[in-house]
């Protein structure tokens, strides 16, 4: 018996499953077609193995919405029994088996640092798994299970719907749904609405939006890249803003360095901060053009 329920996303299916999916996603991107994610996708995700039935146990609180909260309890208990039915020691041995090569081919810190929008989901399947599995005694450990199944019934009931989950998770979904060829082919057919998109950008711009991009599964690498773009477009606006006659231009030059030093402080780089270093772009052509 446990005394408590703790989450592990090391150990998470789920988890690492989506973040091998950002991976791959970086990869073709970088033209990468046969990374390493790909390889330990096909390796140990086949459905014939325990990690790949745990998986699509995981998918199965995904795959369905709206449900009435009888219904969503009634998938709950489904979904549980069938994970008791898992073999357990070939699970354990091919989860450690392919977190020793995340390991050995990836940084870790990096490789987990990726945002996960359904985070909260993934981790109550998580513990009720765990429990299912591993058994509890203690009230509070009970607390936590409850509340962990009542995040999964609100999430299949669409109580929780976040935009951004939904919407990751349909496209995702319908990427991951096809073979190898069609899969590749719709990421270049994304690559190539981007640019489309974004072809009136200068290539500072481009190389922006490019860093933010590649590096979903890479935030440190993106996090000093921002930082040391937005200390050096700081500094030149500053420099340039000396020479603008008008004061209330100044002032507004001002509040934009000011933005940047936020950007350059920032622990986490975000989307408002991708918007204000595009911005900063923008002003410092206009400057330079005067």
């Known amino acids: 018996m446990k005394s408590s329920i703790k989450h592990n996303k090391l150990r998470n299916t789920g988890i690492l499953f989506e973040l091998l999916v950002r991976q791959i996603?970086?990869?073709?991107?970088?033209?990468?077609?046969?990374?390493?994610?790909?390889?330990?996708?096909?390796?140990?995700?086949?459905?014939?193995?325990e990690l790949g039935k745990e998986l699509m146990l995981y998918r199965a609180f995904f795959n369905v919405q709206n449900l009435s909260e009888q219904k969503a309890f009634q998938l709950l208990k489904l979904v549980t029994e069938q994970r008791k039915q898992l073999d357990q020691h070939s699970l354990d041995t091919q989860k450690y088996l392919l977190i020793k090569e995340i390991k050995k081919n990836f940084d870790l810190k990096e490789f987990f640092s990726s945002?996960?929008?359904?985070?909260?989901?993934?981790?109550?399947?998580?513990?009720?798994?765990?429990?299912a599995v591993n058994g509890l005694n203690e009230v509070t450990t009970i607390e936590e299970?409850?509340?962990?199944?009542?995040?999964?019934?609100?999430?299949?009931?669409?109580?929780?719907?976040n935009k951004e989950i939904k919407e990751n998770n349909e496209l995702a979904n319908i990427i991951r749904s096809q073979d190898d060829d069609i899969r590749y082919l719709s990421y270049k057919i994304l690559i190539e609405r981007f640019n489309e998109k974004y072809k009136g950008l200068d290539e500072t711009q481009k190389k922006l939006l490019q860093e933010y991009i590649l590096n979903i599964s890479n935030t440190s690498k993106l996090k000093t890249y921002t930082q040391t773009e937005s200390r050096r477009l700081a500094k030149e606006i500053s420099q340039y803003s000396k020479k603008v006659a008008d004061k209330v231009v100044r002032i507004k030059l001002a509040e934009v360095v000011t933005q940047l030093h936020k950007v350059e402080n920032a622990t986490v780089i975000k989307e408002n901060h991708m918007t204000a270093m595009l911005i900063g772009y923008e002003i410092l052509k206009e400057l330079k053009s005067l």
């Open 115 to 131: 945002r996960i929008p359904s985070y909260k989901i993934y981790a109550s399947i998580y513990k009720n798994f765990d429990a």
């Open 145 to 161: 299970l409850a509340s962990s199944q009542f995040t999964i019934v609100e999430h299949l009931s669409g109580k929780t719907v």
């Open 25 to 49: 996603t970086a990869d073709v991107m970088e033209n990468k077609q046969n990374g390493v994610a790909v390889k330990l996708m096909r390796e140990f995700f086949n459905s014939k193995k």
